[in-house]
């Protein structure tokens, strides 16, 4: 039996405000299904949607969100604990930087906010389960990006070492997330230090090739980095288990390439724009995706340095929809068949 792909969804967390009707779930999931949308991918770390405490010790809560996204007419596509995720390894260059995405509590004191944010991902395991969800989204973390180009030489050992502790860091997370029956499906992204094809393969070597060490597939990443982003499905298509719908362009200057010389997000040659007005083949990848029997959600997430967030919503789920494929249960020349038969096709054969 064919798999489609589930869609249109959409991810909450560039939308969540403080103003109607971004300021409480039940506002914005009948927001977004007056767009069209059919999903929502829940960011765990705003309470002004989701209480992932409560998500994590009550059942009673998650029918209650589940009630609330079915009255509005969506249905929950994942989690998202980017931002704890992130938090589990932290390179000292970004301790200031990361603390924001962590309690005041914590800030100042690497170790507390990591043991905040690994158990952050453990709730988000058992809220996931409560809600009947077999996946949820997010980063690694880093440890080794800032020395992402060999220059000074990198020291003998240095990136396996990386590797070594940052899954030291998440197996014990994965195995949790096995006791629950949930993959967790990385972005891979540049600042983690899984950031391309290369990158998992060493994370999910070092992890003993853990089953629960998924991918949340972003072509928008890989066309930055120029990268083969169809050629990736073929290669990865098993652990693909999310799917970010996202755009992005890369137009090189004679002053500009990949790195696009810390110019803002205007001014870069490499830069992420809303559905349909980047250079990202989404024809290629959904009909990729479905050739392979991906059967999962297809979730917008939006960043545009040019569009509004709301033009590039409203924009978004005709998009996503017409590029949805149904999947046919026939071959298209299953006219010109005929029942089998051995003998004839014996001696068709010669035989």
Request: charged share 20%; aromatic share 12%; proline share 5%.
């Amino acid at each position: 039996m064919s798999r489609n792909i589930k869609g249109p969804g959409i991810f909450l967390a560039q939308f969540a405000g403080d103003s109607a009707p971004f300021n409480s779930l039940e506002n914005i999931t009948k927001w977004a299904a007056s767009l069209g949308y059919k999903g929502v991918q829940i960011p765990t770390f705003d309470n002004r949607l989701f209480d992932l405490t409560k998500a994590a010790e009550s059942q009673t809560y998650c029918d209650e969100v589940q009630g609330i996204c079915a009255d509005a007419g969506v249905e929950i596509t994942e989690l998202s604990t980017h931002l704890q995720g992130q938090l589990v390894a932290v390179h000292p260059a970004y301790d200031l930087a990361f603390d924001a995405f962590a309690p005041v509590s914590v800030h100042g004191n690497p170790k507390a906010r990591q043991a905040w944010a690994v158990g952050e991902m453990m709730k988000a395991a058992n809220a996931s389960r409560n809600l009947g969800l077999d996946v949820s989204v997010s980063f690694t973390g880093s440890l080794a990006f800032p020395y992402l180009y060999p220059w000074p030489q990198r020291p003998q050992g240095l990136v396996e070492d990386a590797f070594d502790e940052l899954a030291r860091r998440w197996r014990p997370i994965l195995d949790a997330y096995e006791d629950q029956g949930v993959d967790v499906a990385y972005e891979i992204h540049p600042g983690e230090d899984v950031f391309d094809g290369t990158t998992f393969e060493r994370f999910v070597d070092a992890l003993d090739g853990h089953e629960r060490a998924t991918i949340n597939y972003d072509p928008s990443h890989f066309l930055l980095q120029q990268m083969d982003y169809l050629g990736f499905i073929d290669l990865y298509h098993d652990r693909i288990k999310a799917f970010h719908v996202k755009d992005a362009e890369f137009n090189p200057t004679a002053s500009q390439g990949v790195y696009s010389g810390y110019a803002g997000w205007t001014e870069r040659a490499a830069r992420f724009r809303s559905l349909g007005d980047g250079q990202v083949d989404f024809k290629g990848i959904f009909s990729r995706l479905a050739q392979y029997g991906y059967g999962s959600w297809a979730v917008l997430e939006w960043e545009c340095c040019l569009k509004s967030p709301e033009q590039g919503a409203a924009e978004g789920a005709p998009f996503i929809q017409d590029h949805i494929i149904a999947l046919t249960e026939r071959a298209f020349d299953d006219f010109a068949g005929s029942e089998p038969d051995t003998a004839k096709n014996r001696k068709m054969l010669g035989l």
